[in-house]
C-alpha cells in the first residue's frame, strides 16, 4: 500500500497513473455521487481552501500549527448592487444621486444581455453564500447573529488550525471588541489574546490606501485559556509595542501628542494587564453588571494612570438612575416635518416658547452659543453669540417654526407630571458624541419655552438644583472621558441613566452651583432660577479655587438672589477658568486624582491640548490663539502673528489691535492641579470633621 505524507505527493502519484485509470475512477465516482462533481467544481470556482486536506500531516501529527502568521481580508461582505453594475456600465457609479425610474431603466436595460445577467447573478450567488456560510451557527457558532466580517472568520480558523501549544499572529480590525452582538466572539478572542496593540493609521503611517482614522489591532493568540493578556492602544508606530513590553519605567510618561507630533514614545506604563479583575472593573464602569465577565467591551486607556482613573470612575456607584430623570427626545425630525408639525424657516422668533433648538445652539454650559445664518446651508454655517454684548432678553434665530397650530405643536410635546417638558428648567444635550472633537459631550441648561428636535435630548430631575447639579457634572471632563472610553456614541434615553450623577447634600455642592450657574445663566430667562437656587453664604465663602489665576474678579463676592446683567460670567477668560475648575471639582467628587486627571487630559484630548498649547487672554479677558479653530471673539490671523511679535519685545511691539497687555497663556494642567489641590483640601476638611462619609462618593 502507498503512502504519502502531503496532499501534493498524492497528486503527484494520481498524475503518474495510466490516463484510463484516471478517468475510471472519477468517472465512477461522479456517476455515483452526484455532487462530487459538483463539489469539484464550485471548489475550483470559488477558490475553497481545505485546510486539513492540504496539511494533513501537520494536524496528524501536531495537532495543527505551532506557528501562524497572517493579514486576512478586512472585507465585509455586502451586495453593494451599484458597484456590480458598475462593472457592465459605469454610469452606476459616476452618476451623482440618480433618478429612481431612471436607474431603474439603466438595470433592466443592462441585463439585457445573456453575458451581462450571467454575471450579476454569479457575483449575487457568490455573495449570498458566503454571508450564508459565515452567519452558520455550525461552520462559523461564534458568528452567529454578527455582521459577517471575513477578518473573523479567519479568527475562527486559526484558533481551531493551533496545535495545543501552538501561537498565532494577525492584524486586523478590532470591531469584535464592542458591539452587543459580538459577545460570544469577544468572549473567545479574550480567552485567545496573549499580546494586543491598536493602532491607528494617523498620517498614513502604516497603510497609505487605508483612511487616517482608520484603527487596526495586532494580535498574538495562544491556546484556549483564562483572561490575561498585555493590552495597549493609541499606537502611531510599529515598534512602540514591543519597545513597550520590554521597558524599564523610567522616565515621562507618553501622551497622544509630543511636539506637534503623534507621540510614539514606547514607555512600560502604556502596557495595561487585562484579567479578570480589570473587566469587573470595567464592568462596572458600563453598567453592564448582569453580563458574563467575558463579554464586557474592550477598553482603551493610554496609561496604568488613566486606568487607575477608570478604576475610579468604577468604584462610584451612585447612578443618574437613583433619581428617576425625566427625559425627552422632542420632535423626531423628519416626522414632525412630515406630520405638519415643523417646517424649516431661518428665522428670529418672538418668544422662547418658538424656539426650536438644534446641536449647535449650545456648547459645554452655554446655552446660547451659536445662531445659523440667513440662509442657513448646512450644520456650520453658524455664527458665534458675542456674550459680553448679549442682551438680557435674548432670543436665540432659529432653523425650525411651528407649522400648524398652536394646539397641535404643544399636544405631541411630552408630558411630565400634568406639565409639558417645555415648561421646565432642563439639562439638554447633543445626542451624538464624537470621539476625537476638542470635547464629546455637550451640554447646557436651557429655561423654560424652547423645545427642540431629536438630535438633542433634554431631562429634567425631581427639582431645579438637582438639575443644575447634574449640569455642573455634564460640563466637566470626567463625564466626557467616560463616554469616549466606554465608546459611547449616540447618547440616548436608555445611556444617560447610566451615568455618575452628584448627591444633593455633597460637601461640593455649593462651589459646583455656583459656577454652574454663573455659566449657564446668560439671561434673564434664568432669574428664577438664579433666585431659587442662590445661596446666602455664596458671597462671603465661595472664590476661585486656583489662587494663581491673574486679572480675574472674585468669583462670588458682588453676588445677591436677583439675577442682573452681570450675574453671568461673560468674558471668555473667566468663563474658561470656571470650566478648568468644574473639570477638578468633580475629578475630586468622583475620587480622581490630579495625577489621574492630567493623565486623562493628557491621553485622550489632544486637540484639546494642541489648541491650549497656543492660547492666550489679555488684561480685559479676550481669548487669542493660533489654531483657527479656537480663535478668541473677533479674532484674525494676523492679531497672533502680531501677539507673537509683542511677547517677543513688549517695550518696543504694541499688542494686536483691541486687545490689552499683559497677556495670559493658558496652562490646563497646572490649572487643574492647583484647583484640584483647592477642592480636596476642602473635601478632606468635611470628612475629618465628620461632617461627611466618603460611603458614596
Not at 254 to 279: Q, S
Request: net charge negative; charged share 25%; with cysteine.
Amino acid at each position: 500500500m502507498a503512502h504519502f505524507d502531503t496532499l501534493d505527493e498524492l497528486e503527484r502519484y494520481e498524475d503518474e497513473l495510466p490516463e484510463w485509470m484516471g478517468m475510471e475512477r472519477f468517472t465512477s465516482l461522479e456517476s455515483r455521487y452526484p455532487w462530487a462533481g459538483v463539489a469539484r467544481d464550485v471548489a475550483e470556482k470559488q477558490g475553497f481552501f481545505h485546510w486539513e486536506l492540504e496539511f494533513g500531516h501537520v494536524f496528524s501529527a501536531a495537532g495543527g500549527f505551532d506557528l501562524q502568521l497572517g493579514n486576512p481580508p478586512w472585507v465585509r461582505p455586502r451586495w453593494e448592487e451599484d458597484s456590480v453594475l458598475a462593472e457592465l456600465d459605469p454610469w452606476f457609479m459616476l452618476s451623482e444621486k440618480p433618478d429612481a425610474a431612471e436607474w431603474r431603466r439603466r438595470k433592466s436595460e443592462t441585463l439585457t444581455s445573456n453575458q451581462g445577467i450571467k454575471d450579476f447573478l454569479n457575483d449575487l450567488a457568490s455573495n449570498t453564500g458566503m454571508v450564508a456560510v459565515m452567519g452558520s451557527p455550525t461552520t462559523y457558532p461564534l458568528l452567529e447573529g454578527t455582521q459577517p466580517d471575513l477578518y473573523r472568520a479567519f479568527m475562527c480558523q486559526v484558533w481551531d488550525h493551533a496545535s495545543p501549544r501552538g501561537l498565532t499572529g494577525l492584524i486586523h480590525p478590532d470591531t469584535h471588541f464592542g458591539g452587543s452582538s459580538e459577545k460570544r466572539i469577544r468572549a473567545a478572542a479574550y480567552r485567545h489574546l496573549r499580546v494586543h496593540g491598536s493602532f491607528k493609521n494617523g498620517a498614513n503611517w502604516a497603510f497609505e490606501d487605508l483612511a487616517r482614522k482608520q484603527e487596526f489591532g495586532l494580535h498574538i493568540y495562544g491556546p484556549f485559556a483564562p483572561i490575561h493578556f498585555q493590552h495597549a492602544t493609541n499606537l502611531f508606530g510599529a515598534e512602540v509595542l514591543p519597545l513597550s513590553l520590554n521597558h524599564d519605567g523610567s522616565g515621562e510618561d507618553p501622551g497622544m501628542r509630543h511636539f506637534d507630533t503623534w507621540d510614539v514614545r514606547p514607555h512600560r506604563n502604556r502596557i495595561i494587564t487585562v484579567d479578570d479583575e480589570t473587566l469587573a472593573g470595567w464592568q462596572k464602569l458600563t453598567g453592564e453588571t448582569s453580563a458574563p465577565l467575558d463579554e464586557t467591551p474592550l477598553l482603551h486607556p493610554l496609561l496604568q494612570a488613566e486606568q487607575k482613573a477608570i478604576a475610579a470612575l468604577a468604584e462610584y456607584t451612585v447612578r443618574l438612575s437613583r433619581y428617576n430623570p425625566r427625559i425627552t427626545r422632542g420632535y423626531d425630525e423628519a416626522n414632525a416635518k412630515k406630520g405638519g408639525l415643523i417646517r424649516w424657516a431661518t428665522v428670529t422668533s418672538r418668544s422662547l416658547t418658538e424656539v426650536i433648538l438644534q446641536g449647535p445652539h449650545f456648547v459645554g454650559a452655554t446655552p446660547f452659543n451659536k445662531q445659523p445664518n440667513v440662509p442657513c446651508k448646512t450644520n456650520r454655517d453658524w455664527t458665534s453669540n458675542d456674550l459680553t454684548q448679549l442682551a438680557a432678553n435674548f432670543i436665540p434665530r432659529t432653523n425650525y417654526v411651528r407649522a400648524g397650530d398652536e394646539e397641535n405643536y404643544c399636544s405631541a410635546q411630552d408630558i411630565w407630571d400634568g406639565r409639558r417638558y417645555t415648561e421646565y428648567f432642563r439639562l439638554a444635550w447633543r445626542r451624538m458624541i464624537p470621539p476625537s472633537n476638542e470635547r464629546s459631550l455637550f451640554a447646557a441648561l436651557v429655561p423654560p419655552g424652547p423645545a427642540h428636535v431629536n438630535a438633542v435630548h433634554s431631562m429634567a430631575l425631581a427639582d431645579n438644583r438637582m438639575t443644575a447639579l447634574n449640569a455642573g457634572f455634564w460640563a466637566a471632563l470626567p463625564l466626557d472621558y467616560l463616554l469616549r472610553i466606554t465608546g459611547r456614541s449616540d447618547l440616548q434615553t436608555g445611556e444617560a441613566p447610566k451615568l455618575p450623577a452628584p448627591a444633593p447634600d455633597h460637601p461640593l455642592a455649593e462651589p459646583l452651583l455656583v459656577r454652574t450657574l454663573r455659566l449657564n445663566a446668560l439671561t434673564l430667562a434664568y432669574a428664577p432660577l438664579w433666585e431659587e437656587l442662590f445661596h446666602p453664604a455664596w458671597p462671603g465663602y465661595e472664590d476661585w479655587a486656583n489662587s494663581h489665576w491673574p486679572r480675574l474678579k472674585p468669583l462670588a463676592g458682588h453676588l445677591n438672589s436677583s439675577w442682573d446683567y452681570g450675574t453671568p460670567l461673560r468674558t471668555e477668560y473667566e468663563r474658561r477658568a470656571a470650566l478648568v475648575e468644574l473639570d477638578a471639582l468633580v475629578s475630586v467628587w468622583l475620587g480622581i486624582t490630579a495625577d489621574q486627571l492630567v493623565s486623562i487630559y493628557r491621553s485622550r484630548y489632544p486637540v484639546l491640548s494642541d489648541y491650549e498649547s497656543a492660547m492666550y487672554f489679555d488684561a480685559k479677558g479676550r481669548k487669542i490663539a493660533a489654531n483657527h479653530n479656537t480663535y478668541g471673539r473677533g479674532q484674525s490671523k494676523q492679531d497672533y502673528i502680531e501677539l507673537l511679535a509683542h511677547l517677543e519685545n513688549p517695550e518696543t511691539t504694541p499688542p494686536p489691535a483691541g486687545y490689552t497687555a499683559p497677556f495670559y497663556k493658558a496652562d490646563r494642567e497646572a490649572e487643574m492641579r492647583a484647583a484640584h489641590a483647592h477642592f480636596q483640601a476642602r473635601l478632606d476638611k468635611e470628612i475629618t470633621a465628620g461632617r461627611w462619609t466618603p460611603l458614596e462618593r
